[in-house]
């Protein structure tokens, strides 16, 4: 029993000596492995998005003032569209608005247009001006649709010109007033909105060049004549001997005197007297308007002479 007791004390002691391994237990293992995985991509992740970045070009550009502007061929088609009217729309306008549609003719085609325009686009606006003048509706609203696919062939300047024409013509159409279903307002809104976008057109230096030489145009009617200083001149000698003529004209009757007027009767008399001082009004008025006309076309031929300078 002794002996016994000796042995099993003997083992425990055995067991004492011997180094027992320590275990160490981890809360979350794959926890920890997952966490050592992803810290390094989160950190090149991080350093991807500190990194620049390239916008694309069409987006900057597409915020840009110029790609938000109208297309011009857009807002012409909408000046098309506002005159699909009535055939017999125009005709049945007021005087006074007959009147007003002949004034904006006449800016719509005042001057050297096809210089200023372009051959073909000038040729519209021409045919489009007779028939405002001649109050066709149906003949106006086909000219006016070829618009829009000729404005792509125009130069800066020749944008410009057109743009300047359709705001003169578009103000003519605004001070009508109301009218109808507003027909007239709605022309003119175009043809304003159109013009002021047009006569913004950048201008190079060759038509710049153009526009500095272009003329002034005087029209009466279909007669159009193209204003220069060297007839401005011409004009002002014209009036010089006209008015030259008219008074030596108005001194001959004058130095008639009455009482050498001898006549069958009092009646006849009086008739030659009349007849006598209607002349000397008209020969002294004559006189004066083409003194003022000498006057005015010198003037006009001196400005003319330092513009082209």
């Known amino acids: 029993m002794a002996s016994c007791l000796s ?38 992740n991080f350093l991807k998005l500190g990194s620049p970045t390239t916008v694309p070009s069409a987006v900057t ?14 807002l012409l088609q909408q000046v098309a569209d506002s005159f699909v009217l009535p055939a ?12 007003d549609l002949n004034d904006a003719a006449f800016d719509l085609s005042n001057g050297p247009v096809k210089d200023e325009c372009g051959e073909e686009v000038g040729e ?17 609203t086909a000219l006016v649709d070829k618009l829009p696919f000729l404005v792509g062939s125009l130069t800066g300047s020749q944008k410009s010109a057109f743009g300047r024409r359709l705001l003169s013509a578009g103000r003519r159409f605004h001070s009508m007033g109301q009218y109808g279903e507003g027909e007239i307002q709605k022309i003119a809104k175009a043809m304003i909105n159109t013009g002021k976008l047009l006569s913004a057109s950048p201008v190079s230096g060759v038509d710049g060049e153009e526009l500095k030489q272009q003329t002034r145009t005087f029209k009466f009617g279909d007669l159009q004549v193209e204003l220069t200083s060297g007839k401005a001149y011409t004009g002002a000698a014209i009036a010089f001997i006209f008015s030259f003529l008219s008074w030596e004209l108005s001194q001959g ?25 209607s002349l000397l009004v008209m020969s002294y008025s004559s006189t004066i308007l083409s003194a003022f006309a000498m006057v005015g076309l010198t003037l006009l031929g001196g400005q003319l002479k330092s513009e082209d300078k």
């Open 61 to 74: 550009e597409s915020d840009s003032p110029r790609s938000l502007e109208p297309d011009p061929q857009t």
């Open 124 to 140: 519209i606006l021409l045919n489009i001006t007779r028939a405002w003048e001649m109050a066709d509706t149906s003949t106006s």
């Open 7 to 44: 042995l099993h004390q003997h083992s425990i002691y055995c067991l004492s000596l011997t180094p027992t391994p320590t275990l160490r237990f981890s809360k979350w293992p794959y926890h920890h492995h997952h966490i050592s995985t992803v810290v390094p991509s989160f950190r090149n």
């Open 253 to 277: 009757v004058e130095s008639i005197p009455e009482s050498s007027l001898q006549y069958a009767n009092d009646n006849a008399l009086f008739l030659a007297k009349s007849l006598r001082g």
């Open 88 to 99: 017999d729309y125009f005709s049945q306008l007021p005087r006074d608005l007959r009147l």
